[in-house]
């Protein structure tokens, strides 16, 4: 029997089929596919080489009720998407936090033999996925890893959230202009122009990436002092674009400030196909079980 994995990301969704092989058929706008699943769905199943499928695994970016099946967009203009109910048309569904579907595929498909992992995206928000001693950690109602809401600054700076100073104020892609302004009182258009000038020499675009760098080590610090990771793989396009000045840097900051060894911190293996992967291991019931075929 075959199975449909589906990672709606903030900009685009990756639909996935897997039958002994496991391919990602489809990518397409969130925005698009969100406004008719089905329909987007039936089309890319349409060529009836996938007909047996049985099972579906669904990753989201952003917050989800898991007994409801409902998801809420952050970046899209929809308010509430019922994402369980169409996707029970092919099968039983599974819904999986994405950073926690992340860490399920880097440990199952990526390349780090550990059994302590943990996965952090910074993109336009920060998040973490989490295996402690070999076993997946879901939390209470599958929301586990929301550290970008972990206080770290001191700046009195607003979050998305509602909260103060949190590490996603300061360091996701979409902050980062606002910490460039509070840091240097110069102006930048995005996180990427940021990168761009630093690269050039820019002082004030150097001096943001430092202040980034310093609020990156002390949070990665506070995740290692609490789950003690053998391995830190970091995902996300600010992450998966600029490895060279968001890891190496933040090295000595983490280990000066850790009561426990230091772990290796790299790139993710699997890239932007980390959370459809994990979803994909998650369909071969993983972790609990599996067939280990696909
Ligand atoms: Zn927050």
Same mark, same amino acid.
């Given at each position: ?6 990672? $709606?990301?903030?900009?685009?969704? #990756? ?8 391919? $990602?058929?489809?990518? /397409? ?5 969100? +406004? ?50 169409? #996707?029970?048309?092919?099968?039983? /569904? ?19 033999? &550990?059994?302590?992992?943990?996965y952090v995206?910074? @993109? ?7 295996? &402690? ?18 206080? /770290? ?21 979409? @902050? ?29 675009? +150097? ?22 990771? +053998? ?14 000045? /968001? $890891? ?17 911190v790299e ?7 980390a959370v ?19």
């Amino acid at each position: 029997m075959a199975f449909l994995c589906v990672d $709606i990301g903030g900009t685009n969704t #990756l639909i996935g089929v897997g039958n002994g092989d496991f391919e $990602i058929v489809k990518e /397409v706008k969130s925005q698009e596919f969100l +406004e008719d699943m089905g329909a987007c769905l039936e089309k890319t199943l349409s060529n009836g080489k996938i007909n047996d499928i049985d099972r579906v695994a669904v990753a989201a970016a952003g917050p989800l009720d898991r007994d409801r099946g409902v998801f809420y967009p952050p970046n899209i203009d929809l308010e509430e998407v019922q994402i369980k109910r169409p #996707l029970e048309a092919f099968g039983d /569904v599974r819904i999986v936090n994405d950073c926690t579907a992340a860490v399920l595929g880097e440990y199952y498909y990526g390349d780090h033999s &550990v059994d302590n992992l943990l996965y952090v995206t910074i @993109s336009s928000g920060i998040g973490a996925g989490l295996i &402690v001693d070999g076993n997946l950690v879901e939390g209470w109602n599958g929301n586990f890893g929301e550290v970008g809401h972990m206080q /770290v600054g001191e700046d009195s700076r607003d979050c998305g959230c509602g909260g103060e100073d949190h590490w996603e104020a300061y360091c996701s892609g979409n @902050s980062l202009p606002r910490t460039a302004e509070k840091t240097t009182g110069e102006d930048f258009r995005d996180a990427r122009q940021v990168f761009e000038k630093a690269g050039n020499g820019d002082k004030a675009a +150097e001096k943001t990436l430092e202040r980034m760098n310093e609020i990156n080590a002390k949070a990665f610090a506070n995740l290692v002092n609490l789950y003690n990771p +053998e391995k830190i793989v970091l995902g996300g396009a600010v992450a998966l674009n600029h490895p060279e000045e /968001v $890891i190496e840097p933040i090295l000595p900051g983490i280990k000066e400030q850790i009561a426990n060894e230091a772990p290796e911190v790299e790139k993710c293996t699997l890239e932007e196909e980390a959370v459809l992967h994990g979803l994909r291991a998650a369909c071969n019931g993983k972790p609990d079980s599996g067939c280990g075929c696909c």
